[in-house]
């Protein structure tokens, strides 16, 4: 059976359609996902996906219920180019995320009424949206920090598309890492309430829980958009790691968080594929960034207070 995916908005804002990752080898950040974090592997699996209009290589796979597209610009490289330009200025981090959205023309026009810049495929601003255009990226500007794709279309070969899925969660569940499902996007914020206006105003996003992270040192909310959570979350200390990320970069993706139902094991299996970890309490841990390319992961066992998915 398909995956089931939960839509918000007027629109249609559906299933996250992926992750995107960005390396300066999109084969080696691959097989780190292949070969620790358990991922099956659909597009790029003997060797990466190359686009010349972008510049870059590209693989995709599965973690769980996730999908991340691995990124890396071809070296040395272009800084005209935005894949090159974002590696050039940010190195390995993780880059963006993308949905996939029913009306995708209704939602150009709710965006553009707004006054939110809307940049075109390969550069340039949209005015209003052709009936031809697949996708196109909101200016981060306007979007508190996070760049985000919206597209008519899913990932050709997703495996949440096929009425394999079903069969294909009974053979990820049982990895050491016990991942159960995918919990969240982190964006950092100067400005949390400013940043959840801008969600759930434009784009319909539906808050979930608000409160304290301690583990972050955070004033957070969680929302939901479409078939995902995205956490927002602004640093009360600015020496933590997120208000280190906050000073240096801006509002921008900064971290992921997988559920899963034995952190012990979790830990066990990243401790031992050379993955080092600190247990911030008895029930979440996250990985040192120098291990997993730049993009600090968290596993806990917690559920989420109102989590639409639990």
Known sequence: MKKQVRRTGDHG?????HVVHM????????RFYEDVMGAYVYMGVDEPHYLPPEDRYATLLMI??????TMAPRMPADPQLPVGQFYTKFGRHLHSVGYKVDDLAGLADRILERGIYI???????IEKLDPQTQYFFPSPRDTAGLMVELCRTDMPGDPRDQETWSSLQRMWRPHPLTIERFSYVTLGVRDLVSAVETYVDVMQAVPVQT???PDLAAK?????LGDCLLQLAE???????????????????????????????AEGWLNKNAVRTTRIRSELIV????????????FGTEEIEGDPFA
């Open 235 to 265: 640093p009360v200390d600015a020496d933590s790691d997120l208000g280190r990320h906050v000073e240096r970069r801006g509002n921008m993706i900064y971290s992921l968080r997988f559920k899963v139902t034995d952190l012990d094991s």
């Open 220 to 224: 957070y909310a969680t929302l939901q």
């Open 287 to 298: 990985t040192d960034v120098e291990d997993t390319f730049g993009a600090p992961i968290f």
């Open 64 to 69: 769980g219920d996730l999908c991340i597209e």
């Open 23 to 30: 390396s300066d080898d999109a084969q080696r950040l691959r």
């Open 119 to 125: 940049g075109k495929p390969g550069g340039g601003r």
């Open 211 to 213: 409160g304290t992270d």
């Open 13 to 17: 804002i559906g299933q996250m359609v």
